[in-house]
């Protein structure tokens, strides 16, 4: 089993789901429990600058350029400090406690996961399974998620560092590396020390399938909205009661029925209802917000207010309450000026025999913010599809390649 393929399967077993409702940095206690992992093995490896952010649980090193030393061609690059991110914490939808990962060689059909709990994987809903045919899939028992979102991407940056340190005929620039928690829950550059990390242009490797290379992301913002209603004896309620429950529902009703994760793709934005709670006299909503457009952006967050001041009107009195916070932008006007960095990673690709798919992301990644703050930084493929579901998987090859990716991508700077 290749090194990267070793690292994935340790890490996944390791608990670092981030939790939203705590409010503390790192959200959850267990993501330190991979970061010391990661801090020793880093260590291990003979990397001299190594940092751990013990209270707020960011891991940083530094590998020196060796290009003075190769000599000759091999002594030119960009002259840039480059820099590889990847998250350490999962996401909160699926558990991510006693992963048990498995590794199958596919070939064709559906994938039974849990026998007992007759938990199929299966092809026709995930027809994008027979791309795998004759490769070797990780995956789970069924009853977690696999973690390869991030931990491909940990494992595939530690396994770049580890085989840069073994081969030290092997010439490249400045490295950088960092990982961080929370980037599930929007908070993965809270506490990033730019300074520590020291690096003029970066990548996440957070993304999916070999090839993808992103550049461009959701607008995001998150909403929630409060509804008060009147409670009132129901044999005795006409005109008086007003439920706060049937409430929530008129409001819901006043967002685009089919502009939402379900029935969009590509470039569509929606708004997706990711909770509820009501009873007569309270109920609750919560919302994320999605668009590439930033235009299309603020539109979406005018359609909720208009919303409520709809319900409001209707009933005559100020029942719904709503708070909307921006939570991140799309990344790509701050990329554009740093277009080399997607030629970099593309003839890195082709080398490979990789194809370059230029998409964009579906969602966030603490590139986008690192972006904002002054550190130009796209996103990279893992090798992990399915996230955030008891479905996830990783194919073996493809992580195995992208670690060479990684290599190649490196030797240019």
Known sequence: ????????????????????????????????????????????????????????????????????AAGGEAASGTGKKLGFIAHMDTAMEVTGANVKPRIVAYDGGDIVLNKEKNIVFSQQEFPELMQYKGKELIVTDGTTLLGADDKAGVAEIMAMAAFFMEHKEVPHGELRIAFTPDEEIGCGTDHFDLEVFDADCAYTVDGGALGELEYENFNAASAEVEISGRSVHPGDAKDKMINASLVAMEFHALLPERETPAHTEGYEGFFHLTGMSGEIERASLSYLIRDHDREHFEQRKEQMQKAAETINLRYGQELVRMKIEDSYYNMCEKIKPHMELIDYAREAMQELGIQPKTVPIRGGTDGARLSYMGLPCPNLCTGGRNCHSRFEYACVQDMELIVKLLVGIARRF
């Open 1 to 68: 089993m290749s090194d990267v393929i070793d690292r994935f399967l340790q890490y996944v077993k390791l608990d670092t789901q981030s939790d939203e409702q705590t409010g503390t940095s790192p959200s959850t206690a267990k993501q330190h429990d991979l970061a010391k992992l990661l801090y020793e093995q880093l260590r291990a490896m003979g990397i001299e600058r190594v940092v751990y952010d013990k209270e707020h649980c960011y891991v940083y090193a530094s590998l020196p350029a060796n290009r003075q």
